[in-house]
């Protein structure tokens, strides 16, 4: 049978440039899609751009261009970015594409036929950045601004369809119940129940009428789709959903083995953890798995957002330090559900670390032993003849493997790294306990082959299982040790596969950082 796994980013709002918060979102994305090719799934990787609502039209309106055109400019600069942090998506969908276009109309169509919208007229607050109608707790009483984002709130009335949210409440719950692990972290799923289930949950205003930029109602063509169901409908329309080409539909969604993870920001749980299922539940359609909530990457200011104007871009780091650097930190510094702090210190110091002690000192170190003691030919490990340390280092291979794969699977990547890393680290304290330079002075050669041939393999072993987050430097580590193809997946180990492959020593992978220096370029590049 075949194992299917369909994940998707938030689709983020082309108002302006992406910064490191979005960056993180994707790299996650891309982290567990590459992870789950890997293990042999068919992918379905979404992410895109969306398109519609006010603050994009407010934000054309104010550079003077049509929206559509505004949209189209930014749109390029997203791709960009995914290409230089080499994320690796299926298909990038655009809220403007046409054929999202007529099936949001058919969504609506099908809701209102079913009698699950009706018109009424929304009397009530809005937030304009968050595109997001706000419950009292939402708001900041002393100056009347939106908690998530400290921007304006309006007032608005105007006539509104609505979803029956209400109609759903105890299925929605129930369906929490029976399944424990649909929303992650579990405090958010508290939050739902506590800050907007039992409080009640208010029917939902699902158009607008008071500007154009959006999907018309096919039926009444004056109000334009909330932007955040035009949103939301994107994970069905991007596979084909009520189209006449719906195999992706079929073999991501309607599969029912297939494995959903629907990857957000916090700031946007209440639309993935409540108005998503209900409308799923609306559209009689199944769930996804997860509703993965990570936290917020901050800095000093708080949250990074265009908002507040505190936000990293990620190309500046990208450009200096390769993608994998900038992968790698947001993946191992991170713990998906925590809020974590960004600093360029901190950045510097997660590379200088973990990329130049840890791993890139272990493949200089058993590069330039292998080239100077075995002619730069991976050594023989004789499995007859180990030495204690060589026998844990064996257990401590296989284990790591497994001990990865449980945590992959369970979206845990900065635990899952964590594991690979303590093998590094065990093997770097291998090479200073066994001195392989006296063994060889010592003329102890079996048992500096043993010890050689084990670091090559901790090597393969470690870069193989980070492949996903290091995408480029581990095939370069493979490379080195004259393995030209990564294999994947990494389900056991053959020590002696790699004996005899000659090591290529070209260049040194992870080059040591002055912080100072980098420190000073950081502070100008990002004045
Ligand atoms: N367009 C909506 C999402 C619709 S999905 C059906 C939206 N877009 S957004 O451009 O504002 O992007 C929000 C997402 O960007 C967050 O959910 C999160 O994934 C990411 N982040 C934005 N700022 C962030 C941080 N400071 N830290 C981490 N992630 C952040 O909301």
């Known amino acids: 049978m075949t194992k299917r796994f369909y994940i998707t980013t938030p689709i983020y709002y082309p108002s302006a440039q992406l910064h490191l918060g979005?960056?993180?979102?994707?790299?996650?994305?891309?982290?567990?899609?590459?992870?789950?090719?890997?293990?042999?799934?068919?992918?379905?990787?979404?992410?895109?751009?969306?398109?519609?609502?006010?603050?994009?039209?407010?934000?054309?309106?104010e550079n003077k261009q049509t929206p559509q055109k505004f949209v189209d400019n930014i749109v390029v600069s997203f791709k960009n970015l995914w290409a230089k942090l080499n994320i690796d998506y299926d298909k990038f969908i655009r809220t403007t594409d046409k054929n999202h276009i007529t099936t949001v109309q058919?969504?609506?169509?099908?809701?209102?036929?079913?009698?699950?919208?009706?018109?009424?007229?929304?009397?009530?607050l809005y937030c304009v950045s968050c595109e997001e109608f706000l419950t009292d707790n939402q708001i900041n009483k002393t100056n009347n601004t939106c908690k998530t984002c400290q921007g304006s709130v309006n007032s608005l009335s105007e006539p509104s369809y609505f979803l029956k949210l209400g109609k759903y409440t105890k299925q929605l719950l129930d369906y929490y119940n029976k399944h424990p692990l649909f929303l992650w972290p579990l405090n958010r799923k508290t939050e739902m129940i506590n800050n907007f289930i039992t409080p009640g949950l208010e029917e939902l205003s699902i158009t607008r009428t008071s500007f154009d930029w959006g999907i018309p109602v096919l039926e009444d063509p004056k109000y334009v789709v909330y932007v955040w169901i035009d949103a939301l409908s994107n994970y069905l329309t991007a596979l084909g959903y009520l189209q006449e080409n719906d195999i992706n539909f079929k073999k991501f969604w309607l599969d029912g083995n297939c494995e959903i993870v629907n990857l957000v920001g916090k700031e946007?749980?209440?639309?993935?953890?409540?108005?998503?299922?209900?409308?799923?539940?609306?559209?009689?359609?199944?769930?996804?798995?997860?509703?993965l909530a990570h936290g917020w990457i901050i800095n000093e200011e708080g949250k990074m957002s265009k908002s507040k104007g505190n936000v990293i871009d990620p190309l500046i780091l990208v450009n200096r330090y390769g993608a994998d650097s900038l992968r790698f930190f947001l993946m191992k510094e991170i713990t998906i559900?925590?809020?974590a702090k960004y600093s360029h210190q901190l950045f510097l110091n997660c590379y200088n670390s973990y990329l130049v002690n840890d791993l890139g000192n272990l493949l200089s170190r058993t590069v330039t032993m292998i080239s100077k003691y075995c002619d730069g030919k991976i050594p023989k490990i004789n499995l007859n003849k180990l030495q204690p340390?060589?026998?844990?280092?064996?257990?401590?291979?296989?284990?790591?493997?497994?001990?990865?794969?449980?945590?992959m699977g369970e979206y845990q990547i900065n635990e899952a790294i964590n594991i690979v890393f303590r093998l590094i680290t065990a093997?770097?304290?291998?090479?200073?306990?066994?001195?392989?330079?006296?063994?060889y002075n010592n003329n102890k050669i079996m048992e500096l082959h043993n010890v050689l041939n084990l670091l090559a393999n901790i090597l393969i072993t470690s870069s193989a299982l980070l492949s996903p987050i290091l995408v480029s430097s581990s095939l370069k580590i493979h490379q080195q040790l004259g393995v030209f193809k990564i294999t994947t997946p990494v389900v056991t180990i053959n020590l002696n596969e790699i004996f005899n492959r000659t090591i290529n020593k070209k260049e040194l992978l992870f080059p040591r950082l002055n912080i100072e220096d980098e420190l000073i370029f950081l502070n100008n590049a990002f004045k």
Do not use: C
């Open 22 to 61: 979005h960056a993180y979102t994707t790299v996650i994305a891309d982290v567990l899609a590459r992870y789950k090719k890997t293990q042999s799934y068919e992918v379905f990787f979404l992410t895109g751009s969306d398109e519609h609502g006010q603050k994009i039209a407010k934000k054309a309106n």
């Open 106 to 124: 058919k969504i609506f169509s099908k809701l209102l036929k079913q009698d699950d919208i009706y018109l009424g007229k929304y009397e009530g």
């Open 268 to 291: 946007i749980s209440r639309f993935h953890m409540i108005y998503w299922p209900i409308l799923l539940m609306a559209l009689k359609l199944r769930q996804p798995n997860r509703i």
């Open 337 to 339: 559900g925590h809020d």
């Open 389 to 407: 340390e060589a026998t844990a280092i064996i257990k401590n291979i296989k284990s790591t493997i497994i001990d990865f794969n449980i945590e």
């Open 427 to 439: 093997g770097n304290k291998l090479i200073d306990l066994s001195k392989p330079w006296d063994l």
